[in-house]
């Protein structure tokens, strides 16, 4: 029976044994390609070349791969495992992805050439979370190294599976446990409670090592639930409120003591913004520019002021406050106080000084305006007497705009191109003169008598600014002449008035700078008053100028209408070669002399150049002295002057050719003497014998008497009125012999020879002026004629 | 049911194979004891042999096993037509008078599906076998039967009982791989 079951198990297992292949391999190769040829089979080829893989095969080999490795393979590994071309794998491997994903391994994806299953991150996240729950955190950067995935990746792995999968909160990019939170909550928290002055979080981090991801959100979320008690500035700066409450209670305790606290104070008590601190804390105070003040301190200053006020003093406004101010302190404060303004705005005080944080009651103003009249005067005599000369170009301008508006009209353009452009000195030295006489116009101008109905306020104040150019362009190193004198005397001015004003209010020594400032305010009253002073002074004073000026042309004119008449009697007696000459001679030593002097004169008048000597008729001038004169001219005059008196003096001169010389200056300086025609060569003549007649009359010397008939004879016979000095009287004596009787000649012979003998041996003449009188008088008739 | 009148010749190849197989030498029926027991051993070595044979020729065509006492076989038989291959259960009986009496091979699933065929599948050998058996008995056993009946039988009957349409692929493809 044994061998019976034996053999029973022998046929089993003969039978159950694969048969033997039958078919070689060459075959097999062939049946398969028949079976592709005929579409029948559909097969991979491995990289081995051993095996045939249908498509179907090869997706069951990629995912028991995939589950293999635990959901998780690269794409291209499995080339080198399943021995199949990658371009298979690919399209595998979207197959897979297309279809339905198989139960075992949940959702497919592929990323970063890997294909990943859904088990996989499940596990993944269960690894995690493990770490997790040992490192208490973790960085997702880290973990992306670790599983050499992306972060983001990561993240999208891990944020759906936070609080479930994983028990953590994600912040910055890590992961922390709950645990690790509350760890990091409680350190900060006792390290804030801790501090007691304001701190910097991020050092605060540094020190204590905190994680500065959950650092900011925890500070917020302790200040929110009131656990921690401060404030947060910015993100950056934790101030304990502790340390607010002390700071507060420092800043009031001093600010109620002292009354005033410095900005600069309140920063080093770590007061941010002090200003804005201060007065949201104490909205009554004022706020200046480096301190905050009690109103209460306003309110003292404002005592001070109304007590100085009503008893007509003045008091420092710097002196009423213990602390020091600025200028700018200083008007905020007049601004805040009602009563200090109103005080300023009714009149009741004024500011003065150069910060004017001087505050002089009216009354005190008053007290102190009394003395001006008095110094207004006595400046105002000191002027008129001192401003003849300086006042010279302005007058030069007045004098030229009434003779010659032309040049007066270049001058006025020439100033505004002087204005224009200030590099050129030239330009400069005559265009700012004429600007200063111009623009500033100031009080000396109203006192010369230029513009008296003009706005004295506005003058004064014009005049002031003008002086203040002056000083600039004389420092600048050009030169007014006009303004320069003007801010001197304006120098001088504040010392006087200042002396003047302690003199008659001693009180004003009390306070600083008080006087100066007192002077400086009253300054402009007193150059108004001093204006007015001295414009009363030469009222008068320009009523004799006027006068003055007018003789001048009177002579001038008399003078040249003269010589008109000498030279064409010269020219018209026709009198013998030697003699004319002699006459010619005569008039170019008196006559024309005498005009060019008076020219000068009235040339000097009009420059307002007191010449005195000049003036008189009958003084003798010398050529040095006109040359004194004609320096002191101004250019213009100058230079025509000085061609008049060439023609005058020169050597081949005549009186024509002075004549002519006359009418070349009268261009440039003017016309001031008048061409004869015939009309008026007859009133001159009038004039002349008229003048003759009287002074004919008049005199008792023979010699005199002889010289006036002489000429007036030869006016009433000849219509000439000759100029001729006595020792030439023979030659106009021949001259009239033809109208002449014999006995009045003879008479006028013998005279004449009488006075000649008589001034060669000095003695008086001895002759019968009556005879000689009545000749002239009576047109060449002797008494014996009649 | 009378047998087939054509003639069953057994091709070359059937000749070449039933050569290799070894002559049974006891003849005993399953009432002689311990002969019975010789007898199934040679049957079985028989068996054995034919399978070896079959499988290194590569045309494996049945599977067969017994009772413990040898008396009662069943297994499966299949034919490979037109790429498709039939499988029909085995089953038979020896008779008492065994090794004398021929063994009748049955194929229970073709009852009634074709007159080659007695009563209860048993295929119907016809003449040209059983004076074959009895020429050589007791040198033929089940092994014999196998390779001279039944291979034969279902060489001629199971093409025309697919082209008749009695016989359907789907009725009797591999039951099991």
């Known amino acids: 029976m044994e061998e019976l079951l034996a053999l029973q198990a022998e046929l089993a297992k003969v039978q159950s044994a694969p048969s033997s292949f039958k078919l070689s391999e060459p075959n097999v190769v062939e049946v398969v390609q028949k079976l592709v040829e005929l579409g029948l089979l559909d097969v991979l080829y491995t990289m081995n070349g051993k095996e045939y893989l249908t498509p179907r095969q090869l997706l069951r080999e990629v995912e028991d791969e995939l589950a293999a490795r635990g959901g998780r393979v690269n794409v291209t590994e499995l080339v080198a495992i399943l021995h199949v071309d990658l371009p298979y794998i690919d399209a595998a491997v979207a197959t897979l992805l297309r279809e339905p994903p198989p139960a075992a391994l949940g959702a497919l994806q592929l990323f970063q050439g890997e294909l990943i299953a859904e088990v996989y991150l499940d596990s993944l996240a269960e690894e995690i979370a493990l770490q997790l729950h040992g490192a208490g955190r973790l960085s997702i950067g880290e973990l992306a190294v670790q599983h050499t995935l992306t972060s983001e ?14 028990d953590a909160t994600l912040s910055g990019g890590a992961l922390y446990t709950a645990a690790y939170v509350a760890r990091h909550t409680a350190r900060v928290r006792g390290v804030l409670s801790g501090v007691t002055r304001p701190v910097s979080l991020p050092q605060l981090v540094r020190e204590h090592g905190f994680n500065e991801s959950l650092f900011a959100d925890c500070v917020a979320e302790l200040l929110a639930c009131g656990r921690l008690r ?79 006020c009503t008893s007509g003093g003045a008091i420092d406004l710097y002196g009423c406050f213990t602390f020091t101010l600025t200028d700018e302190d200083l008007e905020r404060l007049v601004a805040a106080s009602p009563s200090i303004s109103s005080l300023l705005s009714t009149g009741r005080a004024v500011r003065l000084g150069d910060e004017r944080s001087l505050l ?228 170019l030593k008196s006559t024309c002399l005498e005009l060019f002097t008076a020219m000068l004169h009235s040339e000097a008048v009009h420059a307002g150049i007191h010449l005195p000597h000049l003036a008189d008729p009958e003084a003798d001038v010398t050529a040095s002295e006109r040359k004194e004169a004609m320096a002191l001219l101004p250019p213009k005059p100058r230079g025509a002057l000085q061609a008049l008196e060439k023609a005058a003096v020169g050597k081949a001169s005549t009186p024509t050719a002075f004549l002519e010389a006359l009418w070349v200056a009268e261009e440039v300086l003017g016309e001031q003497c008048v061409r004869l025609d015939r009309k008026r060569e007859k009133t001159a003549l009038a004039e002349a014998r008229a003048m003759l007649r009287s002074q004919l009359e008049s005199t008792d010397q023979a010699e005199v ?54 001034q060669k041996q000095q003695t008086d003449v001895a002759f019968d002026t009556e005879a000689v009188r009545h000749i002239g008088l009576n047109k060449g008739r002797a008494k014996g004629d009649e | 049911m009378s047998s087939t009148s054509s003639p069953r010749s057994i091709d070359a190849d059937t000749k070449a194979t039933v050569q290799k197989l070894p002559m049974l030498t006891v003849k005993a029926g399953p009432r002689d004891g311990e002969e019975w027991i010789k007898r199934v051993k040679e049957e079985y070595m028989a068996l054995i042999t034919y399978q070896k044979v079959n499988k290194e020729a590569g045309n494996e065509w049945f599977r067969i096993e017994s009772n413990p006492m040898g008396t009662r076989w069943t297994g499966k038989v299949w034919y490979v037509h037109e790429l498709l291959k039939y499988e029909f259960d085995l089953e038979f009986d020896l008779p008492v008078g065994y090794p004398a009496t021929a063994p009748e091979l049955a194929l229970p699933e073709l009852d009634g599906k074709t007159e080659k065929m007695y009563r209860g599948g048993k295929i119907c050998l016809d003449s040209h076998f059983r004076p074959l058996w009895a020429r050589n008995v007791p040198h033929f056993g089940i092994a014999h039967a196998m390779a001279l009946g039944m291979g034969p039988w279902l060489a001629v009957e199971i093409p025309s009982l697919i082209a008749n349409g009695r016989v359907k692929h789907e009725d009797f493809c591999a039951k099991s791989s």
């Open chain 1, 153 to 166: 990746f990561l993240l999208r792995l891990v944020e759906p599976r936070l609080g479930s999968a994983i």
């Open chain 1, 230 to 308: 401060g404030a947060l500035y910015g993100k950056s700066t934790f101030t304990p409120e502790v340390y607010t409450h002390a700071q507060q209670a420092a800043v009031l305790s001093f600010f109620t003591q002292n009354g005033v606290i410095e900005y600069a104070a309140l920063s080093k008590m770590q007061v941010k913004d002090p200003r804005a601190h201060m007065l949201a804390q104490h909205a009554d105070g004022i706020a200046l520019s480096s301190c905050f003040i009690k109103r209460e301190l306003l309110e003292a200053a404002e005592a001070q002021v109304e007590e100085a």
């Open chain 1, 360 to 587: 002089a009651s009216s009354a005190l103003i008053e007290a102190c305006a009394k003395p001006l009249g008095e110094l207004a005067a006595a400046i105002a005599k000191e002027k008129g007497t001192a401003h003849v000369q300086t006042a010279a170009s302005k007058d030069d301008e007045a004098h030229g705009s009434s003779k010659k508006g032309g040049k007066a009209k270049a001058g006025k353009s020439k100033g505004k191109k002087g204005k224009g452009e200030d590099g050129d000195d030239d330009d400069e030295d005559e265009g700012g003169g004429k600007r200063g006489g111009k623009k500033g116009k100031d009080w000396r101008d109203a006192a010369l008598g230029g513009d008296l109905d003009d706005d004295d306020d506005d003058e004064v104040g014009r005049g002031k600014k003008g002086g203040k150019k002056g000083k600039d362009k004389k420092k600048a190193g050009g030169v007014d002449m006009n303004a320069a004198p003007a801010s001197s005397s304006e120098d001088d001015l504040l010392p006087r008035l200042e002396e003047k004003l302690l003199q008659a209010v001693p009180s004003l020594e009390e306070t600083t700078d008080l006087a100066a400032a007192m002077a400086a305010h009253l300054l402009p009253k007193l150059l108004q008053m001093v204006a007015t002073a001295v414009a009363e002074l030469q009222a008068s004073g320009v009523a004799e100028r006027r006068k003055a000026v007018q003789a001048a042309q009177e002579r001038l004119r008399s003078l040249s209408q003269n010589l008109q008449l000498f030279v064409k009697a010269n020219q018209a007696a026709d009198l013998p070669p030697a003699d004319a000459e002699a006459l010619d001679e005569a008039l």
């Open chain 1, 705 to 758: 008497a002889l010289h006036l008939s002489t000429l007036l004879l030869e006016i009433d016979l000849n219509g000439l009125f000759f100029a001729a000095p006595g020792h030439l009287l023979h030659i106009l004596i021949s001259h009239l012999q033809p109208k002449l009787s014999p006995a009045a000649h003879a008479a006028l012979s013998d005279c004449y020879a009488e006075v000649a003998a008589s």
